[in-house]
């Protein structure tokens, strides 16, 4: 995928509206507003609380933080990070190539890993909700509220991923907001398991291509 077209799909997936509008209010309280993209501004989406092994975190940006433990930026990404941008894909496709091929019965490590990464994404991406006051909030902003139960296991694969680590190793909690970081890995890795990708093919290799063009 090109860039440019990367640029449109996050303006895309920002501006339409999805599946969840137009809920019953919620009575009690809010989720935790620990979410630095706007989650804590939830009125009406009912939300139903499961457990996990990782029930202690109710965000992304509770899982992906900086070195010190502090939230990472919230600024996007932006047309003119093509550098970081090509990072974080190349760092994805590393993570995906490093996890076990093997295939068995009930075992396919590296499909758990895309599975996760693109579920993750599609979540976020489709929380498109209408306040009681008639606004309208959500889409690929990070916000993914874990408690809820069609986001249940997200928590605990995205830790298990490595991706947190490769968010704050990186830096890239100083640069890139969680909202992006989550749909660039989304699409490098599935440009990795595209069948015709082609690793010949190098990140920022001078000649306008990446792998996933």
Do not use: W
């Not at 935790?32 to 993209?37: D, I, L, N, S, V």
């Not at 100083?174 to 190098?202: C, H, P």
């Amino acid at each position: 995928m090109k860039y440019a077209t990367y640029i449109a799909l996050i303006a895309t997936m920002s501006s339409v509206k999805g599946s969840r509008v137009s809920q019953v209010p919620v009575d009690g309280p809010k989720p935790p507003a620990k979410c630095p993209f706007g989650y804590d501004q939830v009125t009406d989406l009912a939300q139903t609380s499961v457990k996990t092994a990782s029930s202690e975190y109710d965000t992304p940006s509770d899982i992906f933080v900086c070195e010190d433990g502090s939230a990472g930026v919230t600024t996007s990404l932006g047309a003119a990070n093509k550098s970081k941008y090509r990072a974080i894909v190349a760092d994805v496709i590393a993570a995906y190539d490093a996890v076990d091929s093997t295939v068995g019965d009930e075992y396919n490590p590296r499909a758990k890993f895309a599975g996760c990464l693109v579920r993750t994404a599609g979540h976020d991406f489709m929380d498109f909700r209408t306040n009681t006051d008639g606004s309208i909030e959500g889409g690929s902003d990070g916000c993914i509220h874990f408690a809820d139960g069609d986001n249940a296991g997200l928590a605990d694969c995205l830790i298990a991923s490595t991706l947190p680590e490769i968010y704050k190793a990186s830096t890239y909690c100083n640069k890139v907001s969680v909202a992006d970081f989550l749909v660039v890995a989304a699409e490098a890795v599935m440009g990795r398991t595209a069948a015709d990708y082609d690793a010949s093919i190098t990140l920022g290799s001078g000649d306008g291509t990446t792998a996933l063009e």
